[in-house]
C-alpha cells in the first residue's frame, strides 16, 4: 500500500451511484412506456451506444392466452451475462474505492467482492432494457399497455440464464376489411333562426335566476329535492337537498331514474314522490347490479329559470360582443359545431358497424376497464372541443359509465380499425393538427390555449388527444373514398336531467367523472383567429 493511502469510511464506498441506478432504471420504465406509444417498438429510445453493441442472445416464448393477451418469457444467455458484467467491473475498476486503496488502485478481484450487489443491480437493469428494446425491434406486437412485471423479483443468478417474464395487451390480430366505397346516409341541416333562440338561452343560463314559484312544476322548471333511495326497507342512500330541472329522465353515474318527469311534473313543495330506479352493471355494488330500487323524492322547492334580457355589460362578460347580433352569429357557429358533431359521429357508427361486422375478437374485461379511462376522456375531449355543455358532457359521461365494459369494447373494437387503416396510409398527427384541435377546445371553454395544453399534459392526456386526432383524419380518409346520400337531420331530445352522484358508494378503479370545465363563455370573433 502506498504510503499517502489513507484509510477510507465505508460509507464513501459507493462508485456505482444511487442517481446512476435511478436513471438507468427511469429509461427502463421510459422504454416500456415507448412498447405502447410506438406500437411495442421505439428506435429512437436504442441510442448510438446500444446500436454499437452486439445483439444479445434471446430465447423468447410468447404464448397468447388470449386474441389481445400476450406473456412473453425471456431468458437471457449466460454469456451475454458475463460480458455484462465483465464490462461492468472493466469500467468501474479503474475509479473504484475500496478502502487502504487510493481511488482506482484496488485489485479488481476487490473490486467485485465490495461492489458485488450494486453491479448485479446495474447490470440487471441493462438487460432488462436491452431485451425490451431488442424484442421491440425483432417482434412486431402493437401494445396497448405497458409490459407487467415486477423489476424487484427479477435475479442476476450466478449460473445459467437469467430469466424473466410478463404479460402486456396488444391489439388483435385481424384481416383489414375494405374501407373503400362505403355507402353512407350522411346528416345535413342549416342553422334557423329557431335554433338560435333555443341556443341563446343556453349560453344565457349562467346569468339566470332560479326563482321560487308557487304553483306545480312544468318539464324545464327546476325542483329542489331529498331523495331517500330503499331496498325494500333498507336506506341503502341518502342525497339531500339536490336541485334537477325536471326532464323525462334523470341520470345519475350509475342509475337512471326513467319516470322522473312524470313524477315531478304536477308536484309542488311538501309532496313525496316514490320513483323506480335502476341501477346499472357498472354499479360498484354487485348485489344491486341491474336491480330496480325504490326512490322516495321529497319536494322542497319548485323553481322556474328565469332569463335576464341581454345588456351591455352581458355581452362583454361574454366575450365583449358589440351587440345582440354579432352575439347571435357566434352562436350559430356554435350551433354548427355541434351539428359537425352529430354528422361525424353518425357517420363514424356507420363506418365502424361495416368494418367491425366481423370482429369478434375476445376483450379481456380487465382490459376493458382499464382503457375505460381513456376511452372516456377522449369523448369528453371530443364533446368539450364541439362546444357542449357540462349537463351535455356529463349526461354523455353517465350512459357510457352504465355499461362501462360493453361501452368500452364497441369503443376499442372502432378504435383497433381506424388505428390500422392510419398505419396503412402512414397518417400521423402534426403539430399543427394538435395546435388546431386544442385551440377549438379553449375557443369552447374560453380559455387560452397555452391552459388547455398545460392541463392535458398535466393530466397524461396527450396521448389520448392524439387518438382523437388520428381518428378524425382516419375518418375524413374514410369519407374521401365513400359516396353519401343526403339525409335531414333531427335534433335528439333534451330528454334527460344528469348529474355525477352515485347511488352505490364509487370505488377508487370506477369509469371516472367528465372533466367538463366550468366556463361557458363565448369568445369574441376577434379572439378567434
Keep these: 500500500m502506498a504510503a499517502n493511502d489513507e484509510p ?4 464513501d464506498d459507493n462508485a456505482v451511484s444511487d442517481s446512476g441506478l435511478e436513471a438507468r432504471d427511469a429509461r427502463l420504465a421510459e422504454v416500456a412506456a415507448g412498447m405502447v406509444e410506438q406500437g411495442f ?29 400476450r406473456h412473453i418469457t425471456i431468458a437471457v444467455s449466460r454469456a451475454d451475462i458475463n460480458r455484462y458484467l465483465d464490462e461492468a467491473f472493466a469500467e468501474l475498476t479503474p475509479k473504484a474505492e475500496v478502502r487502504g486503496f487510493r481511488a482506482g488502485r484496488a485489485p ?18 441493462s438487460l432488462l432494457l436491452d431485451s425490451l428494446q431488442q424484442i421491440s425491434e425483432e417482434h412486431a406486437f402493437s ?42 346516409t350522411r346528416p345535413v341541416y342549416s342553422v334557423t333562426p329557431e335554433d338560435v333562440d333555443r341556443h341563446m338561452k343556453q349560453v344565457l343560463d349562467r346569468f339566470s335566476r332560479q326563482a321560487p314559484v308557487d304553483r306545480p312544476a312544468e318539464l324545464d322548471d327546476f325542483v329542489a329535492v331529498n331523495i331517500v333511495c330503499r331496498r325494500a326497507d333498507e336506506v341503502i342512500r341518502r342525497l339531500d337537498n339536490r336541485t334537477f330541472r325536471v326532464r323525462k329522465q334523470l341520470s345519475l353515474a350509475d342509475a337512471t331514474v326513467p319516470g322522473f318527469g312524470s313524477a315531478m311534473v304536477g308536484c309542488v313543495a311538501g309532496d313525496k314522490r316514490e320513483v323506480a330506479i335502476r341501477i346499472h352493471e357498472s354499479a360498484s355494488d354487485e348485489s344491486l347490479r341491474g336491480r330496480e330500487i325504490q326512490g322516495e323524492f321529497e319536494i322542497l322547492e319548485v323553481r322556474r329559470q328565469e332569463h335576464p334580457s341581454i345588456t351591455p355589460a352581458i355581452l362583454d362578460e361574454l366575450g365583449g360582443f ?26 363514424r357508427e356507420q363506418i365502424t358497424r361495416e368494418l367491425t361486422a366481423g370482429a369478434n375478437w375476445e376483450l379481456p374485461t380487465e382490459l376493458l376497464r382499464k382503457q375505460a379511462r381513456r376511452e372516456l376522456d377522449r369523448i369528453v375531449l371530443e ?91 382516419v375518418i375524413d380518409r374514410v ?21 355525477a352522484d352515485h347511488i352505490c358508494e364509487p370505488v377508487a378503479d370506477a369509469i371516472p367523472v367528465a372533466q367538463a370545465g366550468d366556463s361557458e363563455e363565448l369568445r369574441q370573433p376577434a379572439e378567434r383567429g
Excluded at 477510507?8 to 460509507?11: V, Y
Excluded at 479488481?108 to 437493469?125: A, G, M, P, T, W
Excluded at 359509465?401 to 369503443?411: E, K, Q
Excluded at 337531420?489 to 330528454?495: T, V
Design 8 to 11: 477510507r469510511n465505508e460509507d
Design 41 to 69: 417498438a421505439d428506435d429512437e429510445l436504442a441510442g448510438e451506444e446500444a446500436e454499437a453493441k452486439p445483439k444479445l442472445s434471446l430465447t423468447v416464448k410468447i404464448d397468447k392466452p388470449g386474441a389481445c393477451e
Design 108 to 125: 479488481r478481484r476487490l473490486v467485485e467482492h465490495q461492489y458485488k450487489d450494486q453491479i448485479r443491480n446495474q447490470v440487471k437493469s
Design 143 to 184: 401494445a396497448i399497455s405497458e409490459p407487467d412485471f415486477d423489476i424487484e423479483k427479477v435475479e442476476v443468478p450466478d449460473a445459467g440464464p437469467m430469466t424473466f417474464e410478463f404479460d402486456i395487451e396488444v391489439r388483435p390480430e385481424f384481416e383489414m376489411p375494405n374501407w373503400k366505397g362505403l355507402g353512407i
Design 322 to 347: 358589440v351587440d345582440e347580433g354579432e352575439l347571435r352569429d357566434t352562436v350559430a357557429q356554435e350551433i354548427r359545431r355541434r351539428f359537425v358533431y352529430h354528422q361525424r359521429r353518425a357517420i
Design 383 to 473: 364533446l368539450q372541443s364541439s362546444g357542449f355543455s357540462a349537463e351535455e358532457i356529463q349526461a354523455h359521461s353517465n350512459r357510457l359509465g352504465h355499461n362501462v365494459v360493453a361501452s368500452t369494447a364497441v369503443l376499442l373494437r372502432e378504435h383497433f380499425i381506424l388505428e390500422r387503416i392510419a398505419e396503412d396510409e402512414k397518417i400521423e398527427p402534426t403539430e399543427r393538427d394538435y395546435d388546431l384541435e386544442i385551440h377549438r377546445i379553449a375557443l369552447a371553454r374560453n380559455e387560452s390555449p397555452r391552459r388547455v395544453r398545460a392541463r392535458l399534459e398535466k393530466r397524461g392526456q396527450m396521448d389520448t388527444l392524439r387518438n382523437q386526432i388520428l381518428e378524425a383524419i
Design 479 to 499: 369519407m374521401e373514398e365513400a359516396t353519401f346520400q343526403d339525409v335531414p337531420f333531427a335534433w335528439p331530445d333534451a330528454d334527460t336531467a344528469a348529474t
